[in-house]
């Protein structure tokens, strides 16, 4: 199949990935389910433990060989499984960071047992020493007010004052509210804030990034707004029309175009 490229297929991404050629995408972001019970309007997040754990070696096998030389994969987890799936990960590629993402969840009572869960734990592997990472496209500007404070001659001309300094490994970003603007019909929704900077950093301009659980389809919005290529799986149909409808609000003149999402997201199913 040559027209993979920047589709949604509406199926498991199990049985979809072989659509994908071996070695052709630069990035893998994926947000699996959490193994917590979430409803997703099916029963893809109601396994137990040892079936979940698994469920994710059997898509990290099918999926990792999709990955370019010097590609890297993203992966969203929950504290309670992290630790085994890093270590499944790390018997195939190479750990590059733990990232914490504190969702700014406010104090507002809790578990009285423990402490209040309040980030998502995200793995960055890379496949190869080599791979690729632009850290200028995802470099966060100092403000006047630090310039100003290192304006001594040994900071003159200094590249990291001007461009900004390097993300850290904990990222403070807000969870989608209901209310607010980006926010989808979907219960795990990420910010496009984050898979924004993902996809700067770790796909080159006109890349491919491959998403295999597309949920609400912040990935492929992400990509088209970044100027890369994008290829997912989705199983929950109705999950299927938001994306393209997404997709398509990114152009809202363009109502030939959104028809054509739209049915191409539709009429997925019939092709397998």
Known sequence: MTDWRDRIFCEDALAGLARIPDAAVDLI?????????????????????DAYLEWMEQWVDAALPKLKANGSLYIFLTWRYSPEVF????????????????RRVPSMGGSTRRFSSVHDTVGFFAKAKDYYFDLDAIRIPYD???????????????????LGYNPKD?????????????RADHPTQKPLEIIERMLKASCPPDGVVLD?????????????????????????????ELIAQRLAALDVND?????????????VPEEI
């Open 29 to 49: 972001i994926a947000d699996p389910p959490y193994g917590l019970g979430k409803d997703y309007g099916n029963d893809s997040d109601k396994m137990d433990a």
């Open 87 to 102: 270590v499944m990960l790390k018997k195939r590629m190479t750990m590059v960071n733990e990232i914490i993402w504190d």
């Open 144 to 162: 006047a007010v630090t310039k100003k404070a290192r304006s001594r001659s040994i900071f003159v001309g200094a590249k990291w004052l001007e």
């Open 170 to 182: 904990v990222w403070s970003v807000s969870r989608l509210h209901r209310e607010h603007k980006e």
């Open 212 to 240: 295999p659980f597309m949920g609400s389809g912040t990935t492929a919005v992400a990509a088209k707004r970044c100027g890369r290529h994008f290829v997912g799986f989705e199983l929950n149909t109705e999950y299927c």
């Open 255 to 267: 109502v030939e175009a959104a028809t054509v999402l739209v049915d191409q997201v539709k009429s």
